[in-house]
């Protein structure tokens, strides 16, 4: 298998990256650089890239193959070999997430502080120790915070020779425009659910029948769809989501879903707290010689309460994404019912809860389920503005009914 085998339905982005990374091994041997100037052929390399697409659609992916190929050191590109091979040791450190000269980053909390972020543009402006390219992964450069941001454009502005950054994001407008216009802009497509499904079935030895009902559940999120697929707590809760839409007919149904759709959120979060967080304080007093029922040592103290604030952040940041999971599977069964409502005879993603769907396409008109539509997005909208969980969730249940 090579690094590229988990990238659902991008062909064409496989396409560019393989020839960018044939490219800089190229100018390496060559002593080159390894840059472009703006406006070079697309085949070429350059020194930042932008990884963009819709939630599952494989951005993180996209760019750590990238970063593997960029350090794939087979033998086989003697003579003429694809960069990627998987089973070389740059390829394998790189995909474990080992390698001395990629790094990594990902935020636990709501964002990516200015901190970090120097430490990272200092970082970037060493020479790799031991592979070809010094690699700075940045998993979710929409959270970069103003500050942050702005460091990090100083390091894109004027790049090592051999520093490649690799950005993900959800959208071209969810970064700086002056960093976006220093980075080459790749957008990842929706996969199709056949392909999501087949991927399920090849490398986690779904059954055929349940890889297809998890791929459409998925919508195009491969993470999702394979965690429908093997969990079966996750199918549990997108059940009990899409139950929403029949329980909402009066205020006392409406209040009672939004508090059992927050409620499931927080314990969720609380569930994957609970062992992580254990095991982190564990891993730092232990990295402090700390011994049970013993003073703690100097500085530990300190270490012990910002875990505890990044460990708290990350709670919040798991109940939010809980929560927009739950949008996007309603939003999903409405567009369903819209479907229906219309008249089309394409496959649903929620096919597997058809009468559902039958009973509410019946009992509405299609500008009802516009209006129904436009609730889940405003309560997506009001999530982002930090208002209270519960009463986001109470608003768009009872806009359902009111739909």
Not at 96 to 122: C, P, Q, T, W, Y
């Amino acid at each position: 298998m090579t690094v590229w085998d988990d990238l659902v339905g991008q062909d064409r982005v496989v396409e560019q990256l393989t020839a960018a990374a044939s490219a800089a091994r190229a100018a390496v041997l060559a002593g080159r650089s390894g840059t472009a100037e703006p406006g070079a052929n697309a085949s070429l390399m350059t020194h930042a890239w932008l990884f963009t697409g819709p939630p599952g659609a494989g951005q993180s992916t996209a760019a750590r193959a990238f970063a593997a190929a960029l350090q794939c050191t087979s033998p086989d590109l003697e003579h003429g070999g694809v960069p990627g091979c998987g089973f070389c040791d740059g390829c394998h450190t790189v995909m474990a997430e080992s390698h001395a000269d990629v790094k990594f980053v990902r935020s636990d909390g709501l964002s990516i502080g200015v901190g970090d972020m120097r430490d990272l543009v200092l970082r970037a402006s060493s020479y790799p120790t031991g592979g070809r390219w010094s690699v700075i992964l940045i998993d979710a450069a929409h959270r970069l915070t103003e500050a942050a941001a702005n460091a990090l454009l100083k390091g894109v502005e004027e790049p090592s020779p051999r520093t490649v950054w690799l950005l993900c994001a959800p959208s071209v407008q969810d970064t700086l425009p002056t960093i976006r216009s220093r980075c080459r802009h790749l957008v990842l497509r929706t996969p199709a659910p056949e392909a999501v499904a087949d991927l399920l079935v090849r490398r986690d030895g779904v059954a055929p029948q349940l890889a297809e009902l998890a791929a459409r559940a998925g919508q195009g999120d491969v993470d999702r769809a394979r965690r429908l697929a093997v969990d079966e707590q996750a199918r549990t809760r997108r059940a009990e989501v899409l139950r929403i839409p029949l329980e909402v007919a009066d205020i006392g149904g409406c209040l009672a879903a939004a508090q059992r759709l927050v409620d499931t959120a927080k314990a969720d979060a609380e569930a994957l707290a609970e062992t992580r967080d254990a095991k982190e304080t564990d891993d730092l007093k232990a990295a402090y010689g700390a011994a049970e029922g013993s003073k703690a040592p100097r500085g530990m103290a300190g270490a012990v309460k910002e875990l505890e604030k990044r460990q708290k952040s990350r709670a919040t940041r798991t109940r939010r994404e809980t929560l927009g999971t739950a949008l996007l599977d309603l939003l999903g069964f409405y567009r369903d019912v819209l479907a229906i409502q219309l008249g089309s005879t394409g496959a649903l993603a929620n096919q597997d809860v058809w009468p559902a769907l039958e009973r509410v396409a019946a009992a509405g008109l299609p500008e009802s389920t516009l209006r129904r539509i436009e609730a889940v997005l405003a309560c997506r909208k009001a999530l982002d503005r930090n208002v209270d969980p519960l009463l986001a969730v109470e608003a768009m249940t009872v806009a359902l009914r009111a739909g």
